[in-house]
């Protein structure tokens, strides 16, 4: 008899609040536990363009990250972005996407649990009558919901996916918690999400790796040059530093930050230096002023990668901070932290319990 896999979507209400990231560090649980797993994205959001080819680079990293097969992998249905977007609204396209989506994820997988990556927001993808809730009612699909925590207010995002998605949602994962707001989040909000049937299944606190960004990833955001150590864009950038004080305030500064990237003119030399001997991931040069031989040297012999930018320091902020607040999960280092932070705070078996799965009876 074929297998009927179970449907399980990752929902937020917002963009970048960790739905990658608890896929990836569930998939890893669930895979323990003897599950066969699948994952899809069916609207896709990540997009670029490889060789010709539409990737979905969220795809493509979970694919890779989990070790599945193609046929572990279901179909991205629309890609969603101003193209595919132009062409419905003309007129031009006119698939019927729910019947497709039917056609695509409804037949036997080799798998007993199918997770789906929703969009950013629940009403994404709803041009395509592809939003989440019409989603879950297609496949019917159980929904777990991430939302990243703000304040206590944050409780209204809950309450409010619950009366979108309904008795499809299994439960809630408190995804960025700051480590003093804890203790609260656990004695006051969990008990009252509880008492409304909404059942918390994971507490991540917040964790300056996972809102770290790769100095490559600052490369791409910035269209910057590599002057120096382009064999170091793996290493994570924590924390965001401006070198625009004299020196004795910027020393006095830099010692008290951790893995920086520092934005500076390509003349402060004195502040390149400084940086340099403190705890820097990056130099960033805004003016297009190549640094002195011996910076380069030094950075070089530290394995600081050196970037150049043709932008103004204010710009340059402006887009290093924009890209801390749309951290992807596409580092080893991440995927490794989430899979071992949700085998901690995250109450798998509880979840399988509310989905109807027997991890032992698949094994």
């Not at 004695?187 to 964790?207: C, H, K, N, Q, Y």
């Not at 830099?254 to 004195?270: L, Q, S």
């Not at 502040?271 to 002195?292: D, K, R, V």
């Amino acid at each position: 008899m074929p297998k009927v896999a179970k449907y399980l979507l990752v929902a937020s209400g917002e963009a970048y609040s960790g739905k990658s990231a608890t896929i990836l560090g569930l998939s890893h649980q669930l895979q323990e536990r003897g599950l066969d797993i699948a994952y899809g994205k069916p609207v896709g959001t990540c997009l670029r363009v490889s060789e010709g080819t539409l990737i979905e680079e969220d795809v493509q990293f979970i694919q890779n990250s989990l070790n599945l097969t193609e046929q572990h992998i279901l179909p991205m249905m629309v890609a969603l972005d101003e193209n595919t977007v132009h062409k419905r609204l003309q007129g031009d396209d006119n698939t019927d996407y729910q019947q497709a989506l039917a056609q695509e994820y409804l037949h036997s997988l080799p798998s007993d649990l199918v997770l789906l990556e929703a969009p950013g927001t629940l009403d994404e993808g709803s041009l395509f009558n592809l939003s989440l809730p019409q989603v879950a009612t297609i496949l019917d699909g159980k929904v777990l919901f991430v939302v990243r925590y703000k304040s206590l207010l944050s409780i209204d995002e809950i309450i409010a996916a619950q009366g979108r998605i309904g008795d499809r949602l299994v439960g809630v994962v408190i995804n960025d918690i700051p480590v003093q707001h804890l203790s609260t989040v656990n004695d006051t909000m969990r008990p009252f999400l509880e008492a409304r049937g909404i059942a918390v299944l994971g507490m991540l606190p917040r964790s300056d790796l996972m809102r770290s960004v790769s100095v490559g990833e600052l490369v791409k955001q910035l269209n910057a040059e590599v002057l120096c150590r382009s064999d170091r864009l793996d290493l994570m950038v924590e924390s965001l530093a401006i070198g625009a004080m004299n020196v004795n305030a910027a020393v006095k500064y830099f010692r008290k930050r951790r893995n920086m990237a520092v934005v500076t003119g390509g003349d402060r030399v004195e502040i390149q230096q400084a940086a340099l001997e403190t705890s820097t991931q990056c130099l960033i040069l805004t003016g297009q002023l190549p640094p002195p031989d011996f910076i380069r040297n030094r950075a070089e012999e530290l394995e600081i990668p050196i970037l150049s930018v043709d932008l103004d320091t204010l710009t340059t902020v402006e887009i290093v901070d924009r890209a801390f607040g749309q951290v992807r999960v596409h580092e080893a280092i991440k995927v490794e932290y989430m899979r071992h932070l949700i085998s901690e705070v995250f109450d798998c078996d509880r979840l399988l319990e509310k989905l109807g799965l027997n991890p032992v009876a698949v094994s």
